[in-house]
């Protein structure tokens, strides 16, 4: 291949030969450095012209930050990354390590925390120095086992997923080899729908109103005449909710896209009722920010209304919300699913038995009027007869 004639720049050790561009094979400068480190003679690539946007005065900057070693030379790069890539290759992935690697690499967010404390509890003391890549189908049967033992389905499920994120995890940064099967997690039945009893939902109602903190009544009302989740009620502000035409901005919702809900006259009441502050949400919390936990004092509350234990202060109140409008038999599942903002019908679908009580209800109903009527007719018909003989 012939050399290609060098171009000399105003810059001292800078030149560059005339090529071709690599996106549009446009002709431009590719700009080369030359200098001496450590008396070693050093002539390098700086950059393209269009490509990388390199002038000679940039590629001056370049060579003098390489002649300081403030930035390593391509060749000391290029033995940095192998160096790199041999020290990945050779690190022993450990489920310890990869959940560190998985760990360090995620925003930390309630949800990542959780995990970590499932990780340190549950997975760190039985499997934590095992290779990620050795683990068989025996090891995370043993560990479900032994943890079905004292913790429930819902935890296990979880403590599963987080092995299963960890093979994904693992497969697409290329560390090291994923789960070449696929784990076993209990079947977990979170059908639950709560429902309160008329006496359990006025002796909810009677301690919210006997109750001194100024958010946590309000907002249990909200989630029982809106069926908000408690975050939606967390992150809720006062430009979400359009008084006039009567509506409910509930914005990045779990099940993703921005929804409106209708603002009913209960829970208008509600919010007309509040203090309005400097803070932009209609529930602050510490110094006007976001509210992020009121369990203490919405729990407080469930006990003094004596409701069970079992019972979700906040959770349970929009399942009630539900079960109340499935129950009546005057509202379709299609409809309580957008009140709900479920992404699917599928969650929804845990209603469908309320509603097909309702409807067995009317349906029992309609045959008693029915019955009735043919009676009323029969019981005339032998009053004519009677008349007649």
């Known amino acids: 291949m012939p050399v290609l004639k060098r171009h000399r720049t105003d810059y001292r050790g800078v030149y560059f030969i005339w090529g071709q561009s690599t996106a549009k094979g446009n002709r431009e400068k590719i700009f080369y450095i030359r200098y001496r480190k450590e008396g070693k003679a050093i002539d390098e690539k700086a950059g393209r012209q269009v490509e990388d946007a390199m002038t000679p005065a940039k590629a001056s900057r370049v060579r003098a930050e390489r002649i300081s070693g403030k930035r390593l030379s391509n060749e000391e790069r290029r033995e940095a990354q192998r160096r790199e890539k041999q020290e990945r290759q050779a690190k022993q992935w450990t489920l310890r390590n990869l959940w560190e690697e998985y760990r360090s690499t ?5 949800g990542i925390r959780s995990d970590s404390g499932r990780f340190k509890i549950h997975i760190e003391p039985a499997l934590g120095e095992r290779k990620f890549e050795e683990i068989v189908p025996l090891d995370l049967d043993r560990l479900r086992i032994n943890l079905l033992k004292t913790k429930s389905p819902q935890t296990v499920k979880h ?3 987080i092995i299963k994120r960890l093979s994904n995890f693992a497969i697409t940064k290329r560390l090291c080899k994923g789960l070449d099967f696929k784990p076993i997690a ?6 639950k729908t709560e429902f309160l ?7 909810l109602l009677k301690a919210i109103d006997e109750d001194i903190h100024p958010h946590a009544g309000p907002l249990m009302k909200m989630a029982l005449f809106t069926g908000m989740r408690r975050g939606e009620l967390f992150k809720l502000r006062w430009d979400a909710i359009d008084f006039e035409r009567g509506f409910v901005r509930i914005r990045n919702p779990k099940g993703g896209v921005d929804v409106s809900i209708p603002l009913n006259e209960a829970a208008r009441e509600v919010l007309e009722s509040l203090p309005r502050t400097k803070s932009p949400f209609v529930f602050p919390g510490r110094d006007g920010g976001q509210m992020t936990d ?5 729990r407080a509350i469930k006990e003094r209304a004596g409701l069970p234990k079992d019972f979700r202060a906040l959770h349970g109140l929009r399942h009630h919300f539900a079960s109340s409008l499935a129950s009546s038999g005057q509202v379709d599942l299609y409809t309580i699913q957008k009140l709900l903002t479920h992404k699917s019908p599928v969650m929804t679908a845990r209603y469908s038995h309320l509603r097909d ?3 067995r209800r ?3 109903l309609a045959g008693e009027l ?3 009527a043919i009676k009323k007719m029969e019981k005339e018909e032998k009053t004519d007869n009677v008349i007649l003989l």
């Open 357 to 359: 009580k309702a409807l």
């Open 159 to 161: 403590v599963i997923g």
């Open 370 to 372: 029915v019955n009735e």
């Open 294 to 298: 009121l369990n203490q004092r919405v």
């Open 186 to 191: 209990p079947k977990v039945n979170n059908l």
């Open 362 to 364: 009317a349906s029992d």
């Open 197 to 203: 009893t008329e006496d359990q939902l006025k002796a």
């Open 106 to 110: 995620h925003p930390d967010t309630k």
